[in-house]
Each structure stands twice: as structure tokens, then as C-alpha cells.
């Protein structure tokens, strides 16, 4: 099963980055291991190779947020205000069913959500990660 990771993706699984990481290692291992071939994995699939040290320095930068090994987000920058705003409803903090009169600066509440977290660059792509 080929986990899908990749910078278009507005929210980012630290799991789904841990078990592409496993993936391709393995394809690696399995390819060098096999001492039929000619050339080495890196040479072969050199885009798999570039995507393993992409993912590999970006989980090396992350490991110390929050929760890496158990499931941490990677909120697509662009993506943030519409986050804070689902986190919010989901967590019970907003209710669903505001009346229309009610007005919420959901630029300013995620601006002072965002304190709380740090933002990482992956594949040139800005993400919000939890700091704490």
C-alpha cells in the first residue's frame, strides 16, 4: 500500500509521513538486497530517493514537536483560518449553528492560535505544526 504524501495536501498526517518513510526504506533494502541488480536503488528510482531524504529531514525537523510518533497535523499555511475554524467547531469551543448576526474575526482567532505553533517548510511549502 503506497502512502500518499505529498505538499498539496492542506492537512498532513505525521503517521501517514512515518509509514512512507518505512516504505520506501524497505523498497531500498529489498532493491540492494538483491544482488542481481545492476545499478543501486538511488540511481533506479532516483525519484523515490529524493522524496526518502525529503520526508527524512522533514520527520528529522519535526520529531520534536508535540506529537510526532503518535499523530501530529501539518496544517497547509494557506489552509490555517479554515483549521482553526473546524478545530474550534469540533472541539465544541464555536457552535455549529451560530446565528447569522454573530461575526467572528477568524483571521485574528487563528493569528492568535498560530502562537502556539511553529511553521516548517516542506517541499517549499509553509505548514503550522504544534509546538507544545
Do not use: F
Amino acid at each position: 500500500m503506497t502512502v500518499n504524501v505529498d505538499n498539496s495536501n492542506d492537512i498532513i498526517d505525521s503517521r501517514d509521513i512515518i509509514a512512507r518513510i518505512a516504505e520506501l526504506e524497505n523498497e531500498r533494502d529489498s532493491w540492494n538486497d538483491d544482488e542481481d541488480n545492476e545499478t543501486t536503488w538511488e540511481v533506479e528510482y532516483a525519484d523515490d530517493d529524493k522524496e526518502l531524504t525529503t520526508l527524512t529531514d522533514l520527520a528529522e525537523e519535526c520529531a520534536n514537536y508535540a506529537d510526532w510518533e503518535h499523530g501530529e497535523c501539518l496544517v497547509r499555511y494557506s489552509y490555517w483560518e479554515d483549521y482553526v475554524q473546524e478545530m474550534l467547531e469540533d472541539c465544541g469551543v464555536i457552535p455549529r449553528d451560530l446565528p447569522h448576526y454573530i461575526v467572528i474575526d477568524w483571521a485574528q482567532t487563528a493569528e492568535n492560535i498560530s502562537q502556539d505553533y511553529a511553521i516548517i517548510t516542506y517541499d517549499d511549502v509553509d505548514y503550522y505544526i504544534r509546538s507544545c
